[in-house]
């Protein structure tokens, strides 16, 4: 059962540009959060997807910041018009259940020159 | 919301010797308490959990506490060996503004970052 899958695994952007990270899921798991991880810091809550479906999104910026989850294929969260603020680690995890265990991605390391 | 302190930031053992992390959660309704490890560059490995309905929990030896009454929980680990060096963070799962009120947001502390000198 492969783990939690996110690519690309490191991706380089100037500003002005968009970014787009991709999460694949473990299989049978239909939660998704995402969450952003600054240097020298711990995680912080993005948003809380299910298929089709954003539950919560209240960890996102309301601008620029978009995720989804679309019945066929990963989720994806996409960064437009990016700011050298925006560099971070992004981990995308899921669960079986909701209340259940988070097993999180390797992560996209997101550079803005 | 939630809010999660985490001490301390740093801490430095001799192998063989015990490392204890304590950290706080605010929110009484957060029930579930897991203990991630992150090596440098790495995703973040779940090695222990807790949840409200249990005071301690041991794997080998690794082993959490919780005390509900005072809103904290700690990570013990015996033993330590010089693999057992990156950063831990703790968390608490509490309710999020979606699905019905139900626990699944995940706050993290800030981290400690244990060095085990051979």
């Known amino acids: 059962n492969a783990g939690v899958m996110q690519n690309p695994r490191h991706l380089v952007r100037r500003r002005g540009q968009e970014a787009r990270l991709r999460c694949s899921p473990m299989k049978g798991h239909s939660h998704v959060y995402w969450y952003r991880q600054l240097p020298e810091e711990g995680l912080k809550f993005m948003v809380y997807?299910?298929?089709?479906?954003?539950?919560?999104e209240s960890g996102m910026p309301k601008e620029r910041f978009s995720a989804e989850f679309p019945k066929e294929g990963p989720s994806i969260l996409r960064i437009q018009q990016v700011v050298r603020g925006d560099s971070a680690a992004y981990f995308c995890a899921s669960s079986p259940t909701l209340e259940d265990t988070q097993y999180f991605g390797p992560g996209t390391r997101l550079t803005v020159l | 919301g939630e809010n999660v302190e985490q001490h301390p930031s740093t801490l430095s053992v001799q192998e063989g010797d015990s490392a204890v992390i304590k950290c706080t959660y605010s929110d009484s309704a957060s029930n579930y308490f897991p203990w991630y490890k992150q090596e440098l560059g790495k995703r973040p490995q779940l090695i222990i959990d807790?949840?409200?309905?249990?005071g301690e929990k041991k794997d080998q030896r690794i082993a959490v506490t919780l005390n509900k009454t005072a809103k904290h929980f700690s990570l013990h680990i015996t033993e330590t060996q010089p693999e057992d060096s990156a950063v831990y963070f703790c968390?608490?799962?509490?309710?999020?503004?979606?699905?019905?009120?139900?626990?699944?947001?995940?706050?993290f502390g800030k981290g400690t970052l244990l060095t085990v000198n051979p």
């Open positions: 968390a608490a799962i509490s309710r999020g503004g979606g699905s019905g009120g139900s626990n699944y947001k995940l706050t």
């Open positions: 997807l299910q298929k089709e479906n954003i539950i919560d």
């Open positions: 807790i949840r409200s309905n249990v």
